[in-house]
């Protein structure tokens, strides 16, 4: 068989036409730009609802930008709000504060109708982005609001660990060492 750098200019032509008609017809890239694979999407959005990636924040923002995709093309505003909130915990633990703020402001306008864990997932990462701004009596209060409407029917969640965790630093960094040993035990 020739090899591209030994066919005719027609031959050459028809050739990468054809390849590029398979390419474009593959599965592979039938995909919208950017957004994951519907069954790697599922992997990364059980990955972080299990436990966070410890990996290169950068490498995190990109799972989790390929993932809004897929989410934002299957129009699943909830997921997409749980995906923001991750985002906006890597943001805050970067320093990239008016990004996280972002996020988590992009996040709680478009929850409602979503799963109180979402929301309260959003509500740990609002408060610790607090905390990162020196906000710590509002973080205190977001805390606290969700922590007393938290249900615990629920199942498990590390939001709530989450929520007791600020509440705890909030109290510790306003000078109430009690106050915040007691929330840690909690």
């Known amino acids: 068989m020739p090899?591209?750098?030994?066919?005719?200019?027609?031959?050459?032509?028809?050739?990468?036409?054809?390849?590029?008609?398979?390419?474009?017809a593959s599965p592979a890239y039938s995909q919208q730009p950017g957004a994951a694979a519907p069954?790697?999407?599922?992997?990364?959005?059980?990955?972080?609802m299990e436990r966070m990636p410890t990996a290169d924040?950068?490498?995190?923002?990109?799972?989790?930008?390929?993932?809004?995709?897929?989410?934002?093309?299957?129009?699943?505003?909830?997921?997409?709000?749980?995906a923001l909130s991750w985002r906006s915990f890597i943001h805050d633990n970067t320093g990239k504060l008016d990004s996280a703020m972002q996020c988590i402001n992009d996040a709680r306008a478009m929850m409602r109708g979503c799963d109180s864990l979402i929301y309260m997932s959003i509500q740990v990462n609002y408060s610790g982005i607090l905390l990162t701004l020196g906000e710590i009596d509002k973080s205190i209060a977001v805390s606290s609001a969700a922590i007393?409407?938290?249900?615990?029917?629920?199942?498990?969640?590390?939001?709530?660990d989450g929520l007791y965790t600020n509440l705890a630093i909030g109290y510790a960094m306003n000078g109430d060492l009690e106050k915040a040993i007691v929330t840690f035990r909690e």
């Not at 490498?59 to 997921?79: E, W």
């Open 3 to 24: 090899t591209p750098t030994h066919m005719s200019g027609g031959t050459a032509t028809i050739f990468f036409s054809l390849l590029l008609v398979l390419l474009l």
């Open 57 to 82: 924040p950068a490498d995190n923002l990109r799972q989790l930008d390929s993932l809004y995709a897929y989410l934002q093309a299957q129009k699943d505003t909830c997921r997409m709000a749980h």
């Open 148 to 160: 007393q409407a938290w249900n615990h029917s629920w199942p498990y969640s590390r939001s709530l």
């Open 39 to 48: 069954q790697r999407a599922e992997v990364i959005f059980k990955e972080w």
